[in-house]
């Protein structure tokens, strides 16, 4: 996997992540949905600062906006071309343990995580019994992309 795939891993995750966002925004303020959605933001977050070379001690508190969203992949995208040598990435959990991994390992840990709680998100609604989820598989992302290319 090479810089491109990680770059179009992140506008996959971008564009399920939107569709999602449009989903709770029709739901009330209060929904368990929301907190799932701001822990997947926020752990973005905390993924990007350490390929940024900084230490998080705790999650930060993300706004589900589009904003954030696009600022976030905005981060991604400029890391991704940065860190395109896949270089070791050195970081420290939030319990302090000094961990390495490659830029490649994280980005695709990322995006993977983002799949695994939207997949959550997906779940909850099914068993509450909506029907008004988006679906946000990643040949769904494909196709689309195909469409608008044709």
Request: aromatic share 8%; proline share 3%; hydrophobic share 35%.
């Amino acid at each position: 996997m090479n810089c491109s795939d990680i770059e179009e891993g992140f506008r996959f995750d971008l564009w399920a992540n939107r569709k999602w966002l449009e989903c709770l925004n029709r739901r009330p303020i209060d929904s368990p949905d929301r907190a799932i959605f701001a822990h997947l933001l926020s752990a973005q977050q905390v993924w990007l600062s350490r390929c940024n070379g900084l230490s998080v001690e705790s999650f930060p508190s993300i706004e589900a906006t589009d904003e954030e969203l696009l600022r976030l992949h905005s981060g991604w995208i400029d890391v991704a071309q940065r860190l395109a040598h896949d270089p070791v990435i050195e970081y420290r959990r939030m319990n302090g343990e000094a961990l390495t991994s490659t830029f490649r390992e994280i980005a695709l840990h990322v995006i993977n995580h983002g799949t695994y709680h939207r997949g959550e998100l997906r779940g909850l609604c099914r068993a509450r019994g909506d029907d008004d989820f988006p679906e946000t598989d990643r040949i769904g992302f494909t196709l689309q992309a195909k469409r608008t290319v044709e």
